[in-house]
């Protein structure tokens, strides 16, 4: 199951970030992963939220240009190594992970990640045939 990811450009400035939550929040909008990227001059914030396209509209409405992509969120182990149980299938497949990050919640004591891959459909059947429990909707409500 695919989940929504946003992501926006933002100018490498004190604030930039504090803007883009605050338009989310007062909209009641929850933040429930995220991921900031930078070089000297934009960083590039990468956020699962509770209501994808509520959030679209509202950075759109405020002169953002949101890009929305496809994204896997996955339980992964909570242990030394355990990351591995989802890598290692991957690299086995040769699926290509070009970034990953934590989400904010847990379930059942496992950390849960959120994956952008290159082959995100044969990513998600490889995990599945390999244990690794891939959420969907949930996943904005945890």
Known sequence: ????????????????????????????????????????????????????????????????????????????????????AVLKPLKAAGINVHYLYPHLGRIDNNAIVILGVDKTEQAEKVLAQNWVKTLGREVYNV
């Open 1 to 84: 199951m695919v989940i929504k990811q946003l992501s926006v450009s933002l100018d490498n400035v004190p604030g930039s970030l504090s803007t883009i939550s605050e338009l989310l929040g007062r909209e009641g909008v929850n933040i429930r992963a995220i991921s900031v990227a930078d070089t000297s001059d934009i960083s590039t914030v990468r956020f699962v939220v509770d209501d994808p396209e509520k959030a679209k509209n509202i950075l759109t409405g405020n002169g953002h240009s949101p890009k929305e992509t496809e994204v896997l969120a996955v339980e992964a182990p909570d242990h030394p190594g355990g990351m591995n």
